[in-house]
């Protein structure tokens, strides 16, 4: 798969490469947090769980901006906070500028933001035929039915399954079904599309038919896109711009080819170095550590210092006792780490 361009790259924050400052950014995070309140047992204590630490991040319109990492590492809270479908117990999403309010809410910002799934099936409303799926998203507009039938089937068209409106989710393969969810994100024209996962319940073949099918989408209407994924490949096929997450914080921002030509953070190193042989830029995988031992620790407890320290081989005392902070390593490229 040759990698897909997105019509616009650049910084992902609100400053250029130069250093001037920019317009504002489509969609923006501001210091985003979220916590959840976790119950031990029936009667057990309460603790708190960081699930997203203190995000911030820059969304252009028609930019892909790709969020990898392990699963439990916050990913998926990241996407649903853009969305709306969570609110930020610290910092603030803006869309143009302006708070983002609720999903559901009747307001200036519906239908502006919609969401890929991971796994299409459980997405879609099994008693719905699939051009009424599409076309939920279009209810609480003062649109004529037949006019939002029309919109579905259109979009259906758009993603390559045209005259099959009147069927039902059980009838169709699993990429097919994705290409049904593609189609109702893009019923509403929305200005960023969140996919979360959206292709790693696929097999090989029609992952590439499916982020072929988003590079056509985004040529044509340019949704910018916050892809995120667990696999740099998949993630470095649609993103010119990716960011590492671990445990709740993003730990490296850079350019693709950048990230695959040598990777700053040892986290991001590990994992190049379990991605393909081949498809790690020109350092390769043999010069990149081995891929990561050890499970994730727990958001509950996340350890003191770098919070990839237990995990690092490269490790020493300060790394155990300070948090890193960032450093510019390049314009549009940053990582947290003391041994920078």
Known sequence: MAACEAPVSGAISAVDATGAADATPLLALDGVSRR????????????????????????????????????????????????????????????????????GADSWAAGRIQMVFQDPFSSLNPRLSVRASVAEPLAARSMPRAERRRLADEMLATVGLKGVGGRYPHEFSGGQRQRIAVARALVTSPDVIVCDEPVSALDASVQAQVLNLLCDVQERFSPAYLFISHDLAVVGFICPRIMVMYLGQVVEEAPRERLFAGAAHPYSQALLAAMPTGMAGERGVESLPQALEGELPSPLKPPSGCRFHPRCPKAVEICRREAPAWKDLAPGWRARCHLL
């Open 36 to 103: 959840f309140t976790v119950r031990r047992g029936w009667f057990g204590e309460q603790r708190e769980l960081t699930a997203v630490d203190g995000v911030s991040l820059g969304l252009r319109r028609g930019e892909s901006l790709g969020l990898v990492g392990e699963s439990g590492c916050g990913k998926s809270t990241l996407g649903r906070l853009v969305c709306g479908l969570l609110a930020p117990s610290a910092g603030r999403v803006l869309l143009e500028g302006r708070a983002l309010p609720p999903a």
